[in-house]
């Protein structure tokens, strides 16, 4: 199976604009989750789509792949639906241009699920540390089936009245498609569900495509904020 990586990319970001070309000891956050994503060794090829020419240019000055967006899109899904119809590929993996610090585990574990040839759309999840992470709406909870397949995402608790801090799961927001998955997946409207959450795993959902849940320990770092840049900057001087 061809496998690659798609990497949306966006500077009009409501919480925390431009975040992906500030420096993080002295690299692009975008640049570093491009070459995080290289180095995992796990990818044909990666790509990063956006409809900036910043973003473009910087990546191409790396010598990195990059495809121009021609279209204004609701999500970064959608933003990388409009690459992989042109890209040849079996597998699509989404990685968020905001969380540099990519796990290879996680991902190997994500693609590995596509050898059930059932599983036409995966994502990940983990565990919580504490209820202030449950409580923050920013921190996306996900509920499961028996067999861990998504039934919602939301930024409440969920599951609603539980105490236990086991019985919640946090959404890691890399998905991963097949490609005819990923373009039907594109095609279909906003759900009610999608617009009420602002989550896209919604719209999958309330059209019947399963997502299928890969639980891991990983829980790194998504620069959502100025705060969670902060914490990056901490991470890196504690790694380094």
Known sequence: MKTIALIP??????RFPNKLIKKLAGVPIIARTYIAALNTKLFDEVYVVSGNDEIIELIK?????TFKSRKIHQSGTDRIAEAANEIDHDIVVNLQGDEPFINIDSIENLIASFQDSSVEMASLMTSFNSFDEIKNPNHVKVTVDKN?????FSRLPIPLGESEINKFNRHIGVYAFRKNTLINFSSLNRSKNEISENLEGNRAIDNSIPVKMIKIDFHGISIDTEKDFIDAEKYLSRNA
Request: avoid cysteine; charge should be neutral.
């Open 9 to 14: 990319a966006r500077l009009e970001s409501q």
């Open 61 to 65: 000055s790396m010598n990195g792949l």
């Open 148 to 152: 861990n397949n998504a039934i919602f």
